[in-house]
């Protein structure tokens, strides 16, 4: 699980896509077309808005975002003026190359490497 501390900052893709996380839970991103996985035609590639991440996942295989959770694997992006299919979601995971995330609308989806973002001032330790 990434820490909140963790994801503030500025995310990048090899793909041009930039994606903004501040600590007051806001975030601005653009490009993310660029980025995003399963993205649909009305979707804006630039938007601002909100982060929250979600709890664990419960017996019943549910889960919901909320702004007291301070880490996790997943976060809900968001966005006042996005149409409502425009939901995205990211999950946050760790390879070798340190914390990347994944934007989709749907987190059974997977990124190649050009869409994944990961932390523009570097790895993390």
Not at 18 to 31: C, E, K, P, Q, V
Not at 42 to 52: F, I
């Amino acid at each position: 699980m990434i820490t909140e501390a963790g994801l503030t900052g500025t995310w990048v893709s090899d793909g041009g896509a930039r994606i903004r996380f501040a600590a007051d839970r806001t975030m601005s991103g653009s490009g993310l077309d660029k980025a995003l996985v399963g993205v649909l035609a009305d979707c804006p590639v630039s938007l601002s808005g909100r982060w929250s991440f979600h709890s664990p996942v419960d017996r019943q295989g549910g889960r919901y975002a909320d702004d007291t959770f301070t880490k996790g694997e997943t976060l809900t992006l968001s966005t006042g003026d996005a149409p409502a299919d425009c939901a995205w979601e990211a999950q946050v995971r760790r390879d070798q190359q340190g914390w990347n995330l994944c934007l989709t609308p749907d987190l059974d989806s997977l990124c190649g490497a050009t869409e994944l973002l990961r932390r523009d001032e570097g790895r993390l330790p």
